[in-house]
């Protein structure tokens, strides 16, 4: 399967733990993005990469939450003292950036439930 | 005005119908749109791409309507299979940077 992966689908922690996910991109793909989805609304833009470079961030990204792609294949999102608001379904998503709104695609997703 | 808008549904028809929904959008300068699909609990996927005044893959047909600001999506000859969530997808600011909408629920019965 050449397609956005992630890992792990699912986690359930209890507040104030911290977890870190992974996604590993298409392998040609140069830009990576993070998003999360609560129920019954699309998804909300987190923070993109271009490379290994974290070129954008949402005002939703808190101080609490952080991004890293070191050697632009990659991505980790971790978020540290959890709360029950950042129970969520967080996607990345990867595209080849073409100049022309990039297509992008994405993972499965993991679904983080905070107790 | 946000910046994404769509009609939340749902959107209840009869297998074989015709369905069409709009999103509006509030960024002028947007030049590319999409229309992504969701299933329940499943992650988005690309449904259709939309660069002129509109597009048309089979049974779908999305079109743009710059000077009103909104993008529609036309669904003919709807087949159970049809039912999931369609979100509208704008670029913003950056190349990179999308927009999604809140979803159009569309549940056909049989």
């Known amino acids: 399967d050449t397609g956005v992966s992630q890992n792990p689908r699912h986690k359930i922690t209890k507040r104030g733990q911290n977890v870190t996910f992974r996604c590993d991109p298409i392998s040609e793909h140069n830009r990576l993005y993070w998003y999360r989805q609560t129920l019954g609304q699309g998804p909300e833009f987190l923070t993109y990469?271009?490379?290994?470079?974290?070129?954008?961030k949402s005002r939703l990204l808190s101080d609490r939450f952080s991004a890293e792609r070191p050697k632009g294949s990659f991505s980790t999102l971790e978020i540290q003292r959890t709360e029950q608001g950042d129970s969520a379904m967080y996607l990345c998503?990867?595209?080849?950036?073409?100049?022309?709104?990039?297509?992008?695609?994405f993972g499965p997703g993991t679904r983080l439930t905070v107790l | 005005r946000k910046e994404v808008e769509q009609d939340p549904g749902p959107f209840n028809v009869p297998e074989g119908a015709t369905v069409a929904f709009n999103c509006t959008y509030s960024?002028?300068?947007?030049?590319?749109f999409f229309w992504y699909r969701q299933d329940c609990r499943k992650e988005p996927k690309l449904l259709m791409s939309?660069?002129?005044s509109g597009n048309e893959d089979g049974r779908f047909t999305a079109q743009l309507n710059r000077a009103s600001q909104y993008i529609s999506l036309l669904i003919r000859d709807s087949k159970l299979s049809d039912s999931a969530t369609y979100l509208c997808?704008?670029?913003?600011?950056?190349?990179?940077?999308?927009?999604f909408g809140s979803g159009t629920r569309l549940s056909i019965r049989p």
């Open positions: 990469f271009q490379n290994e470079a974290q070129l954008e």
């Open positions: 998503a990867s595209s080849l950036s073409r100049g022309r709104g990039d297509t992008q695609y």
């Open positions: 960024n002028s300068a947007s030049q590319s």
């Open positions: 997808v704008v670029p913003w600011g950056s190349a990179s940077k999308i927009i």
């Open positions: 939309v660069y002129s």
